[in-house]
């Protein structure tokens, strides 16, 4: 009997021996020499394990665990880079400091069992930089970043690169001009005041989760769990934010990959080793709703470090990929707000950075949607209805009390007109939409798409004149604007009126095709300065006017003359 278990003991010891033999971290080494406030570390790893697939967080998981200058335990997801199961592979994990001081940490390895290894213990120092940090949500009108500036995002839609081929029946060359890239469109926006900007992930353009990829020659087929070419391409991008100071909001899914061409090639789809045999099942199934969170843990591991994803998007215009085919096979509003949810969460709970987490619609709500609490804003897109910003934007955040961003706006979303015979009105409803996000309580002002068709007409370098307001505007303000009520004589004129702390901001806006004149009444008069100034937004330059008095403590802006489509601005 004592030699049995003697004998047990012993094959209990080889075993567990065995194991840590051949799944452990082996070797942790900081890139870094130094390391900055909100600037990336990095750390390669050497971790010897066995796995069929390393992203599947159900056989491994590599972390980082920290512990911040202040006493908080933080942990990192770690990500896969090369090498087999079975040898010494390489994994990397990327790192922004928040606090300043020393950081102590270490490295785990744990596969479905537990922990199997984990590193010793080191440490590191974050010095102080000039970088803003993360953005966080602050007000309905702004988000603060961490070293305590107020932000309003403002941009535009740059939603994927050119493609080989564009199916543009009036754009075709445009589209396909090879200057429609990241590097010349971001460095751009950030030359004309641009700090904001949205972007697709789907099988075309950063197609991370897409083995099959098309129209592209910018990224290669790979039949490895996740597309290397997207995923390097993606560093890029994060990297060429980092640089310019420009914020992404990142659209992970959009409904455009569950139809089409896009469901069929789906790393979701049964057919191409995923666990869902239609759309709904990509929301609704337990297994590709456990393989869609591989892809959330790529995302923060890999991406996750850079204060420039501003927000991580879920989908764009999830709605539309409800209604697709016969009705009997539309998606549930249950089961879309309840993936929500879902993912929302555990992105909040992996996510060390605690990034903004939002999604968007085209123009159907969805029941349950706008109530989860992990999705920190709501979003609509709104087409050939600019004037109702304001309206929208108003009673969605009183409604359900979180800010209301429109991620999509413009003249028209329609693709197959010509844009050149409508080209005016399409300028005037880019500045048009921007202007009313200026004056209404949004943290990103309402962003257009058709990038290339406005970067062709000139249009990027009026975002000089929304930053020179709203510069003003945030100076002005604790990170909030009260709405005044102010009226205009002339129906066709529309009037806003917003105050900060010591100043009031007016918008005039004649859309209308013929000049038009109007009288501006302001009701409390006390709350205004008299005298003020003019924004010019079209030359930029600034120029003295001053209010009338007139009975019943009100005062006026008399007899202004607006040409069609005219915009104005004041500072009293």
Not at 34 to 39: V, W
Not at 101 to 126: D, E, P, R, V, W
Not at 309 to 318: P, R
Not at 525 to 532: E, F, I, T, W, Y
Request: some cysteine; overall charge neutral.
């Amino acid at each position: 009997m004592l030699f049995k278990r003697f004998l047990v003991a012993a094959v209990t010891v080889f075993l567990f021996s065995n194991v840590a033999l051949f799944a452990q971290v082996l070797s942790l080494k900081q890139l870094n020499k130094k390391c900055f406030l909100y600037q990336k570390v990095e750390w390669h790893i050497n971790v010897k394990g066995n796995w069929i697939n390393p992203y599947d967080q159900d056989e491994l998981v590599i972390d980082m665990h920290f512990t911040t200058p202040s006493g908080k335990q933080l942990i990192l997801p770690c990500f896969y880079v090369s090498g087999n199961s079975g040898e010494a592979s390489l994994w990397a994990a990327r790192f922004a400091p928040t606090e300043l001081g020393k950081y102590t940490y270490y490295c785990s390895y744990k596969n479905s069992k537990g922990l199997i290894s984990q590193s010793k213990k080191l440490s590191f120092i974050a010095n102080p930089s000039k970088d803003l940090g993360f953005l966080r949500m602050n007000t309905d009108w702004t988000f603060k970043s961490d070293n305590g500036a107020l932000f309003r995002g403002i941009g535009e839609n740059i939603g994927w690169e050119s493609r080989d081929t564009d199916d543009s029946k009036y754009f075709k060359a445009l589209h396909e001009n090879p200057r429609f890239n990241y590097d010349f469109m971001l460095k751009k926006l950030a030359q004309n005041g641009g700090n904001f900007f949205r972007t697709w992930m789907i099988y075309w353009n950063l197609p991370v989760d897409w083995k099959q990829v098309q129209n592209n020659k910018r990224y290669v087929n790979s039949e490895k769990p996740f597309n290397p070419s997207g995923m390097e391409r993606l560093d890029h991008v994060v990297q060429l934010c980092d640089s310019l100071g420009i914020y992404m909001m990142l659209a992970l899914e959009s409904h455009v990959g569950l139809m089409g061409t896009g469901w069929e090639t789906s790393s979701y789809n049964v057919k191409n080793g995923g666990f869902a045999v239609t759309p709904n099942d990509f929301f609704a199934s337990p297994n590709a709703r456990k393989q869609y969170k591989n892809k959330l843990r790529l995302m923060v591991a890999r991406y996750g470090y850079s204060p420039s994803i501003g927000a991580w998007e879920f989908f764009n215009e999830v709605d539309n990929a409800m209604y697709q085919g016969k009705p009997e096979d539309y998606i549930s509003h249950t089961v879309v707000s309840d993936w929500h949810r879902e993912m929302s969460s555990y992105l909040k709970s992996i996510d060390p950075f605690n990034h903004i987490v939002t999604t968007s619609i085209s123009h159907r709500e969805i029941e349950g949607l706008n109530e989860i609490p992990t999705i920190d804003f709501n979003q609509k897109h709104i087409y050939c209805n600019t004037l109702a910003i304001p309206e929208v934007i108003t009673t969605q955040k009183t409604k359900y009390n979180k800010p209301y961003v429109i991620g999509e706006a413009g003249y028209h979303w329609d693709w197959s007109i010509d844009f050149n015979k409508f080209g005016n009105e399409f300028d005037s409803h880019f500045k048009l939409g921007l202007w009313l996000g200026v004056f209404s309580p949004t943290p990103v002002l309402p962003m257009s798409w058709w990038w290339e068709f406005f970067e062709d007409r000139g249009m990027m370098s009026y975002f000089k004149h929304i930053k020179a307001i709203n510069d003003i505007m945030l100076a002005d303000s604790n990170g909030s604007f009260d709405l005044q009520d102010v009226q205009s004589v002339n129906p066709k004129i529309q009037c806003y009126l917003v105050k900060g702390k010591s100043k009031s901001f007016l918008l005039v806006v004649n859309t209308s095709a013929e000049t038009q004149t109007a009288i501006i009444q302001f009701a409390n008069a006390s709350s205004l300065n008299k005298n003020g100034t003019e924004y010019d937004t079209k030359d930029g330059v600034f120029n003295s006017i001053q209010l009338n008095e007139v009975n019943d403590n009100k005062v006026s802006l008399g007899a202004l003359t607006l040409e069609a489509n005219q915009f104005r601005v004041f500072i009293f």
